[in-house]
């Protein structure tokens, strides 16, 4: 297939100048104008030709040019703001007269039903190659973390897109989001977003885009990584308690690991039961959390829901509505000896 010839078409920036398309700080946007920079980032995402693709958050049309230019067979928009709607529907047109497709859809990614956006026709067995299925995003960083979340639990269930295979991924986090994305064991940044990212996906941190490449310029450099959802997971579990295990880990990362998990029982049997998941999963309760391995946790998890088993009724308890009990009895305590000295 040839690069569709395009119409003539006013610069992203002569666009933006033109509608008044000011950045929006509520919205934590900032836009990328340079189109070398645009085609440099989705060259990285994959050969598009002949595609399904999925741009979210689109905004003035950067990266959607450059899609554009790869000649993807369809191409699917999904942008919060309307404000965008006209630059939006000249570039759904100038596609059209190149014979090309392109929806666009007004509303929230975190909301929006992504189950039915692409063909059946294009679905792959998961153990198969990726199917012909790309998401891609410049996202605004409030957004960022827990979109990737929500998408690494679909991934996990293999829902949405993904139930027509391992469809690939090409964003862009905060330079410290993608370093700590795909942060390995033993390095500084790691944390919980490393594993749950690690635990169902491969991602891979192409080049970091300086702030100054932005407009506005934002206060931090940007990373973009793609994830490619793996053949075999490196955990069995299911998201929910692989991510809660994670988390308790990683709540007090400076410390053993033991004392983040200790937080998973209540303080009646903390001691016991923690260092019983590190026996079972034949782990030192003196391991930093940033030392863990996915595989590491899987094991604990594994020690956890055995301990479960044995005893359902810890499942119920939560260690952060505990401590706001407690905070709450220490205030009222501080009310009444107020009172009584009054």
């Known amino acids: 297939m040839t690069v569709p010839r395009l119409p003539p078409l006013p610069t992203i920036k002569d666009v933006v100048k033109l509608y008044k398309l000011n950045a929006m700080k509520q919205l934590s946007q900032n836009f990328i104008l340079n189109e070398n920079l645009t085609d440099k980032i989705i060259k990285k995402a994959g050969v598009l030709t002949g595609s399904h693709v999925l741009e979210v958050g689109p905004g003035p049309g950067g990266l959607t040019r450059s899609i554009i230019r790869q000649c993807p067979e369809k191409l699917i928009v999904i942008e919060k703001d309307k404000r965008f709607k006209p630059i939006l529907q000249m570039l759904a047109d100038a596609f059209a007269d190149s014979n090309g497709k392109m929806d666009i859809i007004y509303d929230d990614?975190?909301?929006?039903?992504?189950?039915?956006?692409?063909?059946?026709?294009?679905?792959?067995?998961?153990?198969?190659?990726?199917?012909?299925?790309?998401?891609?995003?410049?996202?605004?960083?409030?957004?960022?973390?827990?979109?990737?979340?929500?998408?690494?639990?679909?991934?996990?269930?293999?829902?949405?897109?993904?139930?027509?295979?391992?469809?690939?991924?090409?964003?862009?986090?905060?330079?410290?989001?993608?370093?700590?994305?795909?942060?390995?064991?033993?390095?500084?940044?790691?944390?919980?977003?490393?594993?749950?990212?690690?635990?169902?996906?491969?991602?891979?941190?192409?080049?970091?885009?300086?702030?100054?490449?932005?407009?506005?310029?934002?206060?931090?450099?940007?990373?973009?990584?793609?994830?490619?959802?793996?053949?075999?997971?490196?955990?069995?579990?299911?998201?929910?308690?692989?991510?809660?295990?994670?988390?308790?880990?990683?709540?007090?990362?400076?410390?053993?690991?033991?004392?983040?998990?200790a937080t998973l029982f209540p303080l009646e049997c903390r001691s016991e039961l923690s260092q019983m998941m590190f026996k079972l999963s034949d782990l030192d309760p003196q391991r930093r959390p940033m030392s863990l391995t996915v595989e590491d946790v899987d094991k604990l998890t594994s020690a956890y829901k055995y301990l479960l088993e044995k005893h359902p009724e810890i499942g119920l308890y939560d260690y952060r509505a505990s401590k706001r009990l407690l905070s709450l009895n220490k205030a009222k305590d501080i009310e009444i000896t107020s009172y009584d000295v009054l």
């Open 109 to 261: 990614i975190m909301t929006v039903n992504m189950e039915n956006l692409f063909p059946t026709t294009e679905a792959k067995a998961w153990e198969d190659k990726s199917p012909k299925i790309y998401i891609i995003g410049n996202l605004p960083f409030n957004v960022s973390t827990p979109l990737i979340i929500k998408w690494l639990h679909a991934i996990s269930e293999k829902r949405g897109p993904w139930a027509l295979g391992r469809v690939r991924m090409t964003l862009t986090f905060q330079k410290e989001v993608a370093e700590r994305l795909v942060a390995e064991a033993t390095d500084s940044q790691r944390c919980r977003l490393s594993l749950m990212a690690q635990a169902w996906t491969r991602p891979v941190l192409h080049f970091i885009i300086p702030g100054t490449a932005f407009v506005p310029k934002p206060d931090v450099d940007v990373g973009l990584v793609t994830f490619v959802p793996l053949a075999v997971p490196r955990t069995k579990h299911e998201f929910n308690i692989f991510e809660k295990i994670s988390r308790h880990i990683f709540s007090f990362r400076q410390k053993y690991s033991i004392r983040g998990l």
